[in-house]
């Protein structure tokens, strides 16, 4: 999931001084590309998840795709308003005389007739293009319907490539017939019926974070030509857009996908995995205010949902997932087979009260980041859909106190997964989810309370040490921020005049920003590294995380950096509250920072937590990871969550305060992404040694452990 390296530049902040005006004008005037659609986001189906475990040849043919048509008809979930039917990438044959991409007519002989039987169904029909003119037909140089140009006439000389895809050739927008030829693309796809068109590979984005091949021209063609043809056509662009260039994708487009594919692609066996869903996480916060009926919606991708042997998530990750997208308002579009839809599935798809969290034009701004985060809809005249969320494996109580969202108590808190009412809520709301679980309820708030005092840290005046350097950034809270952070042990920026007026937990708001995943380990008075996991769509423009931390009346130390690999650039650091905030019941050591012995090793890798993990453990006696300050606060016995890499069996030798090593046989399909198993260990009060080795195989590389009470 991690793009690559981040890097602040100058000569990047200068070029994109523009932003902040283009920001304004999207809040003040501009308005995404509508054209009748729009206004909530679409629900639906696309090909590509089953594509990616079925080979194209066979899965992608009229007749599959009239089967899946069926399917969402008899499935139960078009009431709900599931009706869109996307064919994604792979249906391409030739070209008619006038350059224009037709179907595989081997595969699909009759599309108008597909088209046809699935508006029958009461649905909409999608299809997916690319950015550009295939260079066949530019070969061919087939002239442009109803101008007098060809296609040589207007794509760029010499050669360019067309998108982030390296495919086909460049379309110079400039001249004369190029806009033309858009609209005869549209026309003809109308003219189908055609309901909604994805343009993919799009740049700057889809790790191309840069304007060598710009698609924003073609964006903003496909939005006009559109506009013409007046047929009601959404238009969603892909994939992990650039955020810099936001006032372009909300003015032209009706949806954008903020990250890369959710589908395993081969990773994994299945169409998705965990590790896949939590990036959305990380991702959003950049991201939340940049969408709405007037600015587009923001794109998680498909939901792997109701095919339980294939999807790769369990059911309750799976209603994880749907609660987070609802919470984003973002498009609900289904991956998967529809002919094998579980009714487990099918129930949590079909929830009409989550269905109407996404649909309420409100998304979502998250409350709290961290391992148990919190997000929540202001809808107004005092109610607000709120969603807990616990990210760790084990299960973990997780606790909100209302006045984080501005009032003491709720009035009504309903449960909209189980449909039930709780009842009024003084003061917080504290529930224990289960591991990758959720709570998703709607509230009516009362009794307002004022905003917390808060004290704001400017990183640029923070201390320095080793390569962090300070940068401008025009739309950072003072136009500065500090980069170069991490990437060793001696790089770092140190808050070390941090006041509070009492002993107490208070509320960090760290602003940073980043293009793509990094992570702060942030060091308190000396205390537990706290990691801090994140990513985001720009390096220019900050967002902000907050979460819990424990200070000492008077002067406070906070440090912010990453000994092993990339943290985000740091703007500034906000403290509020008045000692009494919440704090997590859990806590994460990163094995990277632990202990290393022998031939272990602490190296990069972009899906772990911390961005790193520990490798080349056991295959020997003392090649091992030693966590040796674990503390809890009473003995007794514990959770565990160990979070590994493996790719077929292996196993660790756990030992825990020098009693017999127990054996953890453990399994996995991938050294590039991490899977969890909890087991229980005891504890005694205070510090404990837990050391992971196998000294005769060798063993997972390992990502980290997370310590958390049994709940009941």
């Known amino acids: 999931m991690l793009r690559k390296p981040l890097f602040w530049m100058q000569t990047i902040v200068k070029s994109r001084l523009l932003l902040a005006t283009a920001l304004i004008a999207c809040v003040t005037g501009t ?18 998840s089953q594509q990616t475990i079925t080979p194209t040849q066979t899965f992608l043919t009229q007749d599959s795709i009239i089967a899946q048509s069926d399917a969402l008809r008899q499935s139960g979930l078009q009431p709900h308003g599931y009706i869109y039917i996307n064919v994604d990438a792979g249906w391409t044959g030739a070209s008619d005389a006038y350059g224009r991409t037709l179907f595989d007519t081997t595969r699909f002989p009759d599309v108008v007739a597909m088209i046809q039987h699935i508006h029958a169904n009461g649905q909409k029909f ?7 003119v295939g260079t066949d037909q530019v070969a061919a140089n087939k ?46 796809y109308a003219s189908w019926g055609a309901d909604f068109i994805k343009l993919d590979a799009v740049t ?59 589908e395993c692609e081969g990773d994994c066996p299945f169409l998705t995995e965990w590790n896949r869903i939590q990036v959305r996480f990380l991702d959003l916060p950049s991201w939340e205010s940049a969408a709405g009926p007037t600015l587009g919606w923001n794109d998680l991708d498909s939901l792997e949902i109701g095919n339980d042997a294939t999807d790769g ?81 084990a299960p973990t109580r997780v606790t909100l106190p209302w006045s984080n969202l501005g009032f003491a108590a709720t009035l009504t808190t309903r449960d ?43 990183a640029y005046l923070a201390t320095l040490t080793g390569s962090a350097q300070v940068a401008d950034c025009p739309l950072c809270s003072e136009g500065k921020k500090v980069g170069y ?85 740091l703007d500034r650091i906000v403290i509020s509250g008045n000692g009494t905030a919440s704090y997590p019941e859990t806590q994460t050591y990163e094995a990277e920072l632990a202990t290393l012995g022998g031939s272990a090793s602490a190296g990069f890798n972009g899906n772990a937590s ?20 674990v503390e809890v606060q009473s003995a007794g016995t514990y959770n565990l969550e160990i979070d590994y890499f493996t790719q077929g069996p292996r196993s660790f030798f756990v030992t825990i305060n020098d009693q017999p090593a127990k054996e953890l046989d453990l399994n996995g399909y991938s050294f590039g992404t991490p899977t969890s198993t909890v087991i229980q260990v005891q504890l005694t009060a205070g510090k404990n040694q837990i050391v992971f080795d196998n000294p005769s195989n060798y063993a997972p590389d390992l990502d980290s452990i997370t310590i958390s009470p049994l709940t009941f």
């Open 610 to 629: 911390g961005l790193a993990k520990a490798g080349n453990i056991g295959g020997g006696v003392g090649n091992s990871v030693t966590f040796s300050d």
């Open 126 to 132: 999608g299809m997916y293009l690319n950015p550009g």
């Open 143 to 188: 002239p442009i319907l109803g101008t007098p140009y060809h296609l040589q006439d207007i794509i760029v000389k010499p050669a360019t490539i067309a998108n982030a895809f390296g495919g086909g050739d460049k379309i110079d927008y400039t001249k004369p017939g190029a806009q033309e030829y858009i609209n005869s693309i549209v026309d003809l």
């Open 204 to 262: 700057p984005g889809s790790y191309n974070d840069n304007t060598n091949i710009d698609n924003r021209p073609d964006v903003a063609a496909f939005s006009k030509a559109i506009a013409q043809n007046r047929r009601p056509i959404w238009l969603t662009i892909s994939w992990a857009l650039d955020q810099d260039y936001i006032a372009d994708w909300q003015a032209t487009s009706n949806s954008r996908r903020i990250e890369g594919d959710v």
């Open 313 to 393: 998530i369990t059911p309750q990750e799976q209603q994880t997932s749907m609660s987070f997208w609802a919470m984003a308002n973002a498009p609900l579009y289904i991956g998967g087979d529809l002919t094998k839809m579980s009714a487990t599935g099918k129930k949590i798809l079909g929830n009409d009260e989550v269905i109407a969290v996404d649909q309420s034009g409100h998304p979502a701004q998250q409350i709290r980041a961290g391992f148990t985060p919190i997000w929540a809809s202001n809808l107004g005249n005092g109610e607000y859909y709120v969603a807990l969320f616990n990210l760790n494996a």
């Open 31 to 48: 308005h995404a590309q509508v054209n009748g659609v729009g206004q909530r986001p679409y629900l639906g189906w696309s090909t590509y």
């Open 416 to 458: 909209l997964w189980s449909h039930t009412e709780l009842g009024s809520s003084l003061l917080e709301y504290s529930a224990i989810l289960p591991g990758h679980g959720v709570r998703l309820l709607k509230v009516r708030s009362v009794f307002n309370v004022p905003p917390s005092k808060s004290t704001s840290y400017e």
């Open 485 to 569: 952070i991490g990437l060793g042990p001696n790089n770092n920026v140190f808050f070390d005049d941090v006041k509070v007026d009492r002993d107490g937990v208070y509320n960090m708001e760290v602003d940073s920003a980043t293009l793509g995943t990094r992570s702060y380990i942030i060091n308190v008075n000396g205390g537990p590294a706290i990691t801090l996991n994140s990513s985001g769509g720009s390096g220019n423009i900050p967002s902000k995380l907050t979460i819990p931390v424990k200070l000492k009346k008077g002067d406070n130390s906070i440090e912010f950096g990453n000994p092993i690999s990339y943290p985000p650039d």
